[in-house]
């Protein structure tokens, strides 16, 4: 079936350093959508990209998606310690099952 | 999130009884689905719901049952439960099933002793 690979599965970084986690699909996806989940909380959406090499930004967060539809990464600049959490890619493939998998998740610590 | 409510919050339940949770939604969507959360694994798919009475199975739904007779009430029933269904169950609704993103409830954290 469909898999969706996220990584790194952890990652700490100093507050004001950057992040960067990655999503890697084994088949082409039609749309990929990220979430945030805080701890002790429950996901959240943040976006979604549909169109082959789509980039979007909000705020210090940037969120890309590959030229093949297979990849997208989450980035973020300058992180604080409001950004700590587990953020989560899911996609849909393209041409079949039309339910989100998700990935298991990068989860961002921040020292402040 | 305001729109979807999950009950109970917490529960712990005994190896063998059938435990059922709940999931309200106040936004009139058509799409309801049940994901179970547990370390290493990320979000699970149990069962979803396309409409009153259309449901259908997720990649996890051994042990689990649903029913939708209402478009606002998805309910998530344990016909036995096992401590392996031990786990945080998160309801999510969304307006369609591509193109928008899920709203999650705020979870049951159930165990199974």
């Known amino acids: 079936g469909q898999q969706v690979m996220q990584i790194p599965q952890y990652q700490h970084v100093q507050e004001g350093e950057d992040f960067t986690t990655y999503c890697n699909s084994s088949?082409?996806?039609?749309?990929i959508q990220w979430y945030k989940q805080r701890p002790g909380g429950h996901p959240v959406f943040l976006i979604q990209?549909?169109?082959?090499?789509e980039v979007k930004k909000q705020k210090r967060l940037t969120f890309q998606f590959g030229e093949a539809k297979k990849n997208s990464s989450l980035h973020i600049t300058a992180t604080q310690t409001t950004d700590v959490g587990t953020y989560f890619c899911?996609?849909?493939?393209?041409?079949?099952?039309?339910?989100?998998?998700f990935g298991k998740g990068t989860k961002l610590t921040v020292n402040p | 999130d305001a729109g979807i409510t999950q009950s109970p919050r917490h529960k712990v339940t005994e190896t063998g009884t059938p435990v059922t949770l709940r999931c309200h939604q106040t936004?009139?969507?058509?799409?309801m689905y049940w994901y179970r959360q547990d370390p290493g694994h990320g979000l699970r798919l149990i069962h979803y719901?396309?409409?009153?009475?259309?449901?259908d199975k997720g990649e996890v739904s051994d042990g689990y049952s649903v029913s939708r007779s209402k478009t606002e009430d998805f309910l998530l029933t344990l016909e036995s439960a096992t401590s392996s269904q031990t786990s945080v169950y998160f309801c999510?609704?969304?307006?369609?099933?591509?193109?928008?993103?899920?709203?999650f409830g705020s979870g049951t954290r159930l165990t199974v002793v």
């Open positions: 719901s396309y409409g009153v009475k259309d449901t």
């Open positions: 990209l549909v169109k082959s090499g």
């Open positions: 999510a609704i969304s307006e369609s099933d591509r193109g928008y993103g899920y709203t």
């Open positions: 899911a996609g849909r493939t393209q041409g079949g099952s039309e339910k989100l998998v």
């Open positions: 088949t082409t996806l039609s749309n």
């Open positions: 936004e009139n969507h058509r799409y």
